[in-house]
C-alpha cells in the first residue's frame, strides 16, 4: 500500500528541492550542474537558432549564459512533465475510483447526462481502457505542464527586457542632456560616461547601460568605439542603440561632439513632448472606461440584483460578493495597469535619486587593534582607533537619533513612516469600541463598521496631509530650480568664480528653494567645499531636479570653471521637465473632475435606491390569511418575495458598505490617474470616504 504513494512523494521532493534552491545557494548551484550535464551540449547547439532569447538575456541583464539558462529551462520544463504527469495519473485514478464508490444520493445530485459515468466498480474497466486514461491523462497534463514551464521561463527575460528599455528610453532625455552638459565644459566622453555610471540613481536605465561601455573600458581594456558597437548591439532599447551608433559615428569622423549631442538632446526633447501626448491619449481613454466599467458597471449589476432580488430573492449575497470583492479585484488590477504604463511613459520614481552610500566613505582609513604598552597604558595608535571605533558607532547611530530627535522632519521627509504609529493606534481604538459587542456576542455587522470607517478616516487623512505637505514642498523647491539655474549662470558669464556666482544667486528671492540655499551659503562661508555643501543640498532636499543639478554642478566644476554655459544647460532640461509636467498636471485635471462626477452619481442612485425605492416595496404580511377570504392583487409585487423589515434593512447596509468602498477605491484611481502615484489618492480617498460617510448618516 505505500509503495503506491511512493511515486507521490518523488513528486513533492522534486518540487520541494525546486523551490529550495530559490533560497539555498549549494541546492541551485547543483541544479545548475545537473543542468549543464543533462542538457548542456543541447542548449549550446540551440543558441545560434535562438538569437531573441539570447537577446532578451542580454537585455534583461540575466547573470547567466544562455547555455546555462537554456539548460535550467529545459530541466524545469522536464521536472514539470514528470510531475503533471504522475498527478494526472493519480487525478484519474481518484476520479475512477469516486465514480465506483459513488453512492446513490451523490449520484442523483449530478446531471441525468452523466448517470452512464458512474460504475458499480473500477474493475468494471478494461486493463487496456485504464491504460489509455492513464497514458492519456499523464501524457496530457505533462505536455501542458512542460510547455507552460518553458514558455514562462522564456517571457520573464522578454518581459524585463521590455520593460528596460521602455524605462531606458523615457531617461534618454536628461542623460544625452548631462552628456551635452559635461562636454560643453571640456570633457572628454570618456570622463563623461564614467561620471554618468557613478550616478545611476540620478539618471536612471541609461545611464546603467552605458557602464557597461565604461566596463568594457576600464576593465577589458576596449576601445571606446568598440565599446559603444557593442553596446548598441547588445542594449534592448532601440533609441540607445542608434544612439550610441551614431555617437560611434562621431568619434570615427571626428566631428564636434557637443553640436551632435546639443542635436541629440533637442531630438529627444521633441520625443518627450511626442510620448506625453500619446500618454495623455490613453489616459482619456482609461478614464472613460473606468467610468463606463468601474462606476457605471457595478450600479448597474446593483440595480439588476435588487430588481432580481424583489422577484427571485436571495441576491443579498451577490451584492456583497460584488462590494467587497469585484469592486475592489477591478481596482486593484487597474490600477495596478495605471502604475505601469504611467512608469514607462515618465520613467518610473525617483525616491532615491538622492541616497548615496555612506557606508564606503571611511573604508580606506585603517583600523589598527588596541595594543597594550608595557607600562599597562594605550599606545597612541590604540587610541586612535579607539576613536575611530566610537566614531563609527556614532555614525551608524546617527540617522536613529536624527529620526528621534525630529519626528516632524521624518515625517515630512518620508509620509509612510505615519504608519507605525497611526495603524497600531487604530488598532487600540477598534479594541475598544468593539470589545462591548464582542463580549455581549454581537455578530451584526452594522455594530462595528462605524468605528472602522472612524479608523480608515484618520490612517488616511493623517497619511495624506502627510504627503500632501511633502508633496508641496518639494514641488515648491523644484519650482526655483531653473531661475536659479539662470541666475547662476548670468553671474559666472559676467566673469565670477564658482563661489562668488553662487553667493550674489542667494541674495535673490526663489521662493522655497531660498531658505536651502542660504543653509548651503551658511555651510560654505563656514569654510566647506561647495562641492561639499551642493552634496549636502542635496541630500537635505532629495528630489529628482535637486539631484541632477547638484550632479551635474559639482561635476562641471572640476572640469572647468566657466559653468555659464552647462547652467544653461541644466536650466533649459529643467524648464523643460517642468512645463511637461505642468502640462500633464492641467491635462489630467480633466479626469479628475471626471472621477469625483463619476463617485457623486453613484452616491446619488445608491442613496435613491436605499431612500425611495426599498422603503416602497410592500412589507411582506406576517398576518395569517382569513379562510375563504378573496385574494387582493398586489400589483407588480403580487408574485414577488415581498420583504421583511430585516431585508431593507440587510438592504440598506450593503448600499451602506459598497459606496464606502467605491469612494475608496474612486480615491485611489484618482489618485494614480491625477498625479501619478496611488499615494496621492489617499487624500482623494478620505474626501470621498468622508462625503459617502456623512451622506448616510444623514439620511439614517
Not at 22 to 46: N, Y
Request: charged residues 20%.
Amino acid at each position: 500500500m505505500v509503495l503506491v504513494y511512493l511515486p507521490l512523494v518523488a513528486v513533492f521532493v522534486l518540487v520541494f528541492v525546486v523551490l529550495l534552491a530559490v533560497v539555498v545557494d549549494p541546492v541551485d548551484r547543483a541544479l545548475s550542474r545537473a543542468a549543464i550535464a543533462g542538457f548542456g551540449a543541447f542548449a549550446r547547439d540551440r543558441q545560434t537558432a535562438n538569437p531573441d532569447q539570447v537577446a532578451a538575456l542580454r537585455g534583461a541583464h540575466v547573470a547567466q549564459t544562455y547555455r546555462l539558462y537554456a539548460a535550467r529551462t529545459y530541466l524545469f520544463a522536464s521536472i514539470a512533465a514528470f510531475a503533471a504527469s504522475l498527478l494526472g495519473v493519480y487525478l484519474v485514478a481518484g476520479v475512477l475510483v469516486f465514480l465506483g464508490n459513488a453512492g446513490e444520493g451523490i449520484r442523483q445530485q449530478f446531471p441525468a447526462i452523466t448517470q452512464g459515468l458512474f460504475v458499480d466498480s473500477v474493475a468494471a474497466f478494461s486493463v487496456p481502457e485504464l491504460f489509455v486514461a492513464f497514458l492519456l491523462s499523464g501524457a496530457t497534463l505533462g505536455v501542458v505542464a512542460a510547455y507552460a514551464t518553458y514558455k514562462v521561463r522564456w517571457l520573464l527575460p522578454s518581459y524585463e527586457a521590455g520593460e528596460r528599455a521602455r524605462r531606458i528610453d523615457t531617461s534618454m532625455e536628461r542623460t544625452v542632456a548631462f552628456m551635452y552638459a559635461l562636454s560643453r565644459s571640456g570633457m572628454t566622453l570618456t570622463d563623461v560616461l564614467r561620471i554618468l555610471a557613478r550616478n545611476q540613481a540620478v539618471y536612471g536605465d541609461a545611464a546603467r547601460e552605458m557602464a557597461i561601455a565604461v566596463k568594457d573600458v576600464d576593465l577589458y581594456g576596449a576601445d571606446i568605439i568598440e565599446a559603444l558597437q557593442r553596446l548598441s548591439e547588445r542594449t534592448p532599447s532601440d533609441d540607445l542603440a542608434e544612439f550610441t551608433e551614431n555617437l560611434g559615428s562621431v568619434l570615427q569622423s571626428g566631428q564636434e561632439l557637443p553640436s551632435f549631442l546639443k542635436k541629440e538632446y533637442e531630438y529627444y526633447e521633441e520625443e518627450a513632448e511626442a510620448n506625453q501626448e500619446q500618454f495623455l491619449e490613453l489616459l482619456a481613454t482609461l478614464a472613460e472606461a473606468y467610468v463606463t466599467v468601474l462606476v457605471a458597471g457595478p450600479l448597474f449589476l446593483i440595480t439588476i440584483l435588487v430588481v432580481i432580488g424583489l422577484t427571485l430573492g436571495g441576491t443579498l449575497d451577490f451584492l456583497r460578493l460584488t462590494a467587497f470583492f469585484l469592486i475592489p479585484a477591478a481596482t486593484v488590477g487597474f490600477v495596478v495597469y495605471l502604475d505601469a504604463i504611467t512608469d514607462a511613459a515618465t520613467g518610473g520614481s525617483d525616491d532615491d535619486a538622492g541616497d548615496i552610500d555612506e557606508g564606503l566613505r571611511f573604508q580606506s582609513i585603517p583600523r589598527p587593534a588596541l595594543d597594550a604598552t608595557p607600562d599597562g597604558g594605550t599606545s597612541v595608535d590604540a587610541t586612535r582607533a579607539a576613536n575611530r571605533e566610537r566614531f563609527a558607532t556614532y555614525e551608524r547611530l546617527r540617522p536613529v537619533l536624527y529620526r528621534l530627535r525630529n519626528p516632524l522632519t521624518v515625517v515630512l521627509e518620508t509620509p509612510t513612516v505615519l504608519f507605525w504609529g497611526t495603524v497600531p493606534l487604530a488598532l487600540l481604538y477598534l479594541g475598544v469600541q468593539w470589545w462591548a459587542p464582542l463580549t455581549s456576542r454581537v455578530f451584526d455587522v452594522t455594530a462595528y463598521d462605524d468605528a472602522f470607517v472612524h479608523v480608515a478616516l484618520f490612517v488616511l487623512g493623517t497619511f495624506s496631509l502627510a504627503y500632501e505637505v511633502s508633496r508641496r514642498r518639494r514641488n515648491a523647491i523644484e519650482a526655483g530650480v531653473p531661475d536659479f539655474l539662470d541666475r547662476f549662470a548670468s553671474t559666472n558669464e559676467a566673469g565670477m568664480a564658482a563661489v562668488e556666482s553662487f553667493g550674489r544667486t542667494v541674495d535673490g528671492k526663489l521662493g522655497a528653494l531660498t531658505q536651502e540655499l542660504e543653509r548651503t551659503w551658511a555651510d560654505v562661508q563656514w569654510g566647506a567645499r561647495i562641492e561639499n555643501a551642493f552634496e549636502r543640498f542635496r541630500d537635505r532636499v532629495d528630489t529628482p531636479a535637486v539631484s541632477r543639478v547638484v550632479t551635474l554642478t559639482t561635476n562641471a566644476m572640476s572640469a572647468s570653471g566657466n559653468l555659464g554655459p552647462v547652467l544653461r544647460i541644466a536650466a533649459d532640461e529643467a524648464k523643460a521637465t517642468r512645463r511637461l509636467a505642468r502640462d500633464r498636471r492641467n491635462e489630467l485635471l480633466t479626469y479628475l473632475v471626471v472621477i469625483y462626477v463619476s463617485f457623486f452619481v453613484f452616491i446619488a442612485i445608491v442613496v435613491a435606491l436605499d431612500l425611495i425605492f426599498i422603503p416602497n416595496i410592500p412589507t411582506q404580511s406576517v398576518t395569517p390569511a382569513v379562510e375563504g377570504a378573496e385574494a387582493v392583487d398586489s400589483g407588480p409585487f403580487s408574485q414577488a418575495g415581498q420583504l421583511t423589515e430585516e431585508d431593507k434593512a440587510d438592504y440598506s447596509t450593503v448600499f451602506f458598505h459598497t459606496s464606502l468602498v467605491q469612494a475608496v477605491c474612486s480615491g485611489l484611481v484618482a489618485g494614480q490617474m491625477g498625479e501619478g502615484t496611488v499615494k496621492a489618492g489617499a487624500k482623494h480617498a478620505t474626501i470621498m470616504l468622508t462625503i459617502a460617510y456623512a451622506t448616510f448618516l444623514l439620511i439614517g
